[in-house]
């Protein structure tokens, strides 16, 4: 039963992410089950939010150290969030740094390395320059889809549930270039698989 | 035709109460509820509203229900404690038309001051109480709720927690269905005027309902045992029922699905099939100590916390030990005890990333020039309480909806007899939004003029109920369904209720800000100001012109920095403003003496 979490900072995009994800999954016949946060935890805090799909699925929490991929959108929130993955789970990180409160204001320190730690931890890394794709495709709004994108040559859903699953839930407006955010995800990570 | 789509559970709520034939539905936003009413909306059949308050919305369900129509009210946790003087005497009267409250507890608490276990609630009230595991159940027991409901003329809670309002599992979903229901409606006061003497004859009638409805849950299709190992008998509800399944697959199991009032002969002979039993359940132990009532031996809160949310593996490692010693078979071991590895380890030491007021959010001119104007603030529940971080530091004491201003009437009257604290004297403010203000906040407004109590209250309107995900209010002039309507005007409101010093600023003007505010401080009698600016995330303008600053002029002063916003740094000992997240508040540029920082057009 795989198991994706999905990490990063409120406001970032991931519970669209985590949609178009479950339904890809969804068309791909699984049972599928998500966990998302709302409310506070999205004014630019800390966000984490799951999707597991299988034959059947039980709880909407991913137990920890057992999932199979991790979406990293921010390095600092990957990192936190490493420990999720099973000791074969591929991380798929957006190299985007986005300093929180505490670092801005100089109580503490971003953690220079957080890429190199996430990469030890995880068995697999995969390295998605998101936002310079994003603009690539037309929107920084479409980092969530460079990632899915990756995401999507290690899982084996049909490429139309995929497509079907972006023009489902993106803004109108915004389908076209989520497709093409898809596809250069999609193009990077076939060529670190 | 049949359909399989994935829903949240607070979306299952939504199309079960439509398909139930919900006339009439009520709520105020609240986090993990808001998206019941949200999705309710879309159905143009149904009448729905953001009501001024869950009390209020409750009372409208009420309303809808003895006149004949299935009603929803929809609220979350925290919010049944306003509604809980209707609820706690709607079970007397009983409802005709089902109505079902559903109620979104926050264990963990993603979005909330406290929490609270709502099931205490249909202990109290006497009311007959179900739980779904999934979105699936939880679009069938709305359906069922209101069969109960009418069965029994008795409202039902329907209790969600975040990890069932806020997952998405699969639902079967059938198009075109909608019961129809159309009650009539006659007078009847002995049984809907609770003066004491009716409300005494009432009471046993309640009890004797309560006692048909142990009955009913008896033989409840939903309440569900589940054999397996012989020697592991687990009771538990809810979102649990899945952690349970998770941990223990092979355990056997009493899924109960209405929680109250307890099917005690079910409950009697599953335990009696196991030396003892475990009680997997989030916050209180409510099932553990009805079991415990009952003289079965139970297991549950000397092993499971009683704060936060359960997850698997919480439930594995609580239950492991015991489980073993049954002779059962150990959960299923995820790698628990290995991912404290180093990664996790670590994980305590990296900076944290709290929620913030958002770039350009209007709360943070007005908690900056509060800060400079040295008071004494009682806050209340919206993103503005973000502004207790540092560097605003912006807020003293917050309980709950409304109290801003209650809290902020004591304070003064406290100060004002202190010696200690007698410079804190007169210089008390109570802070509210918009939302909350019209919730919660109005009684408190009149109690202050009518007291005399000095206290400055400030209204932060930023036009809408932003936390909550942007919902309309009675201030913003549209209804949940974005019919125009009346826009209610704080201003008039504050001189109608007596408030003879009524003041409007800009946030985003920090100068003139300040001054007012120092200005309704030093007024030696109680004022109102009106912090209004529409929510930056709300109300964007056509083209943002971001700011930039330019490092040559720039002399590391960090005055900006003082004001918390998100999209500025220091870069290379500079100050440093992020063009995407910027929109052009100016705020960090009123500050800057070197007039370093400007429009990035200007550059």
New interface residues.
């Given amino acids: 039963m795989p198991d994706a979490v999905l990490a990063g900072v409120g406001g970032q995009g991931t519970v669209l992410s985590t949609r178009v994800l479950a339904e890809a999954a969804l068309l791909s016949g699984y049972d599928v089950k998500t966990s998302e946060v709302h409310g506070m935890a999205q004014r630019g805090g800390s966000v984490t939010s799951a999707v597991r799909w299988g034959e059947k699925v039980f709880s909407p929490l991913v137990p920890r150290g057992t999932a199979d991929f991790m979406l990293a959108f921010e390095m600092l929130e990957g990192l936190r969030e490493v420990g999720c993955l099973a000791p074969h789970g591929i991380a798929i990180v957006n190299p985007y740094r986005m300093d929180p409160l505490p670092v801005l204001r100089g109580d503490a320190v971003y953690p220079e390395d957080a890429l190199e730690r996430i990469m030890e931890r995880a068995g697999k890394t995969v390295i998605v320059p998101a936002r310079e794709l994003a603009l690539e495709a037309g929107s920084l709004r479409a980092m969530g889809s460079c990632l899915l994108g990756a995401l999507s040559v290690f899982v084996d859903f049909p490429e139309e549930a995929w497509r079907k699953a972006i023009e489902e839930f993106c803004p109108t407006e915004y389908v076209d270039v989520n497709l093409k955010a898809f596809d250069l995800g999609k193009r990077l990570g076939a060529s670190e698989r | 035709m049949k359909r399989?789509?994935?829903l949240?559970g607070n979306e299952a709520v939504a199309l079960g109460a439509y398909q139930a034939g919900v006339a009439v539905a009520a709520a105020y936003p609240g986090?993990?509820s808001?998206?019941i009413l949200e999705e309710m909306s879309k159905f143009p059949e149904v009448y729905c509203e953001w009501s001024s308050n869950e009390k209020v919305a409750l009372e409208v369900a009420i309303g809808a229900a003895l006149g004949g129509k299935r009603s929803l009210a929809a609220m979350k946790h925290v919010g049944l404690n306003v509604a809980a003087d209707s609820w706690m005497t709607l079970t007397y009267i009983g409802v005709n038309a089902g109505l079902v409250l559903a109620v979104a507890d926050d264990p963990g608490m993603?979005?909330s001051q406290n929490e609270q276990d709502t099931r205490y609630y249909a202990l109290m009230a006497k009311a007959p109480m179900l739980e779904p595991s999934?979105s699936q159940e939880a679009l069938e027991l709305v359906k069922e709720a209101f069969h109960i409901s009418e069965r029994f003329d008795l409202p039902v809670l329907l209790r969600l927690e975040t990890?069932i309002s806020?997952?998405?599992?699969?639902v079967e979903v059938e198009d075109g269905v909608r019961e129809e229901v159309d009650l009539p409606y006659s007078k009847d006061a002995v049984k809907r005027v609770m003066v004491p003497a009716h409300a005494r004859l009432r009471h046993p009638v309640l009890l004797s309902k309560l006692e048909e409805l142990r009955r009913f849950g008896e033989s409840f299709a939903y309440n569900r045992v589940e054999m397996g190992d012989p020697r592991v008998g687990i009771v538990t509800s809810g979102?649990c029922y899945?952690?349970v399944?998770?941990a223990f697959p092979e355990a056997s199991v009493l899924k109960l699905t209405m929680t109250h009032p307890l099917p005690e002969r079910l409950l009697r002979d599953f335990c009696s099939r196991f030396r003892r039993v475990y009680v997997v359940e989030e916050l209180e132990p409510f099932l553990e100590n009805s079991l415990k009532a009952m003289g079965i031996d139970a297991v549950g809160k000397s092993r499971i916390p009683r704060m936060g949310?359960l997850?698997?593996?919480i439930v594995?490692e609580a239950l492991r030990e015991l489980v073993e010693l049954d002779g059962g078979k150990p959960p299923k071991l995820?790698?628990?005890a290995?991912?404290e590895?180093?990664?996790?380890e670590?994980?305590a030491e990296?900076?944290?990333?709290?929620?913030?007021?958002?770039p350009g959010c209007p709360h943070r001119g007005l908690f900056f020039a509060l800060g400079r104007a040295r008071a004494t603030v009682s806050g209340d529940i919206g993103?503005y309480t973000?502004s207790v971080?540092?560097?605003l530091n912006g807020i003293d004491c917050q309980v709950c909806m409304g109290a801003g201003i209650g809290l902020a009437l004591g304070l003064e009257r406290a100060f004002s007899q202190s010696e200690l604290n007698a410079e804190r004297a007169g210089r008390v403010v109570g802070l509210l939004g918009d939302s909350t203000f019209i919730h919660a906040g109005i009684p408190a407004l009149i109690d202050m003029v009518y007291n005399k109590t000095p206290v400055t209250v400030v209204i932060l309107d930023n036009r809408t109920t932003a936390?909550?995900?942007f919902q309309d209010h009675p201030g913003t002039g549209r209804t949940i369904k974005g019919e125009e309507t009346h826009a209610l005007d704080l201003e008039a409101l504050s001189l109608a209720v007596g408030v003879r010093r009524v003041r409007v600023v800009d946030p985003w003007r920090l100068e003139e800000t300040e001054e007012v505010l120092r200005e309704e401080l030093a007024a030696s009698e109680p004022s109102v100001v009106i912090s209004r600016r529409g929510c930056s995330l709300r109300e964007r303008p056509e083209k943002v012109v971001p700011f930039w600053v330019d490092p040559d002029d720039c002399d590391s002063c960090w005055r900006c920095?003082r004001l918390?916003c998100?999209a500025?740094?220091?870069r290379d000992e500079k100050a440093w403003i992020d063009g995407?997240l910027c929109r052009g508040c100016s705020m960090c540029a009123q500050l800057c003496r070197k007039e370093a920082i400007e429009e990035v057009e200007h550059a």
Avoid: F, I
């Fill in positions: 399989k789509v994935l949240s986090t993990p808001t998206q993603h979005s999934d990890r806020h997952s998405r599992t699969v979102v899945q952690y399944r998770e949310e997850n698997p593996d594995a995820w790698p628990s290995a991912a590895d180093k990664a996790t670590d994980k990296l900076p944290p990333r709290p929620p913030v007021m958002c993103c973000l971080l540092p560097p936390m909550t995900g920095m918390g998100p500025l740094s220091r995407d």
